[in-house]
């Protein structure tokens, strides 16, 4: 499985591009943690929206952006984990070509 965390704080409309992008690259496999450092209503409102694209969110007062990912990492159930800040994207193949190319190495003896 692979897990992407984006953190991020009152990132509204870079986030949704974010998300969509997430959506839009996603394996079967993936998961999706959002942890939100205690943003506007605008901001809780896109990641209420997105609730269904979103495996698991937090909105919560953190110390920054490392507290940020470590929460999110400390949430996360995947092998593999990729952090992608709000604001950031994946290519649509992003996530299928990461998930064939870690899955050929599990193959090696």
Partial sequence: MISVVTAERDA???LRRTIESVRISRVPT???VVIDGASSPPTVSVLQ???KQIDSWVSEPDRGI???FNKGIAIA???LIGMLNAGD???PEALRLVAEAYASHLDVD
């Fill in 49 to 51: 929206h997105y609730s």
């Fill in 66 to 68: 490392s507290n940020a």
């Fill in 89 to 91: 994207w994946y290519e």
């Fill in 30 to 32: 993936t998961e999706y």
């Fill in 77 to 79: 159930n995947g092998e």
């Fill in 12 to 14: 509204d409309e870079s």
